[in-house]
């Protein structure tokens, strides 16, 4: 093997650091400064993307508290609305139901003052109708006919 023939080491030895410095050279001068300046571009377009982010963060979280506090303001408006809306109709019920309890307590006083005449009426009449109908119901009982006022048997 050719590598490992000692009187060949030193010219092997002299290209391989030759063909080393050459490369170092091209890759310190050439190649990786463009490296190094399309990393450093990289590392500052994600640092502004970053910083854009973080202060869009800032700017919805700043959004989210506004919209809640928003939100608060608008369910107390609505309770306070809706709580409006609920004693008007309450006190809306409350009158009506208070003009049907009236009129009920008209109807009702005017039915009995109706029936309290008929009453009247009836109870004046009740003597007459007793004297009409006690002949009768004694024929009924007595399975004869009653005797007439005036005679004694």
Sequence with gaps: MPQLDVSTFSPQLF?????FVTLYFLLSKLLLPRIASVLHARQQSLDTYLSKASL???????????????LALARKEAQASTRIALQALTEKASLKKQRYLDKMATT?????QKLY?????????????????????LEKLLSSPPPKKGHSS
């Design 15 to 19: 290209w391989v650091a030759l063909s």
């Design 56 to 70: 869009y963060r800032e700017e919805a979280e700043n959004l989210l508290v506004d919209y809640e506090a928003e």
């Design 108 to 112: 009702q006083h005017a039915e009995e």
């Design 117 to 137: 005449r008929a009453y009247v009426h009836a109870k004046g009449k009740l003597p007459s109708l007793i004297e009409e109908l006690s002949p009768l119901v």
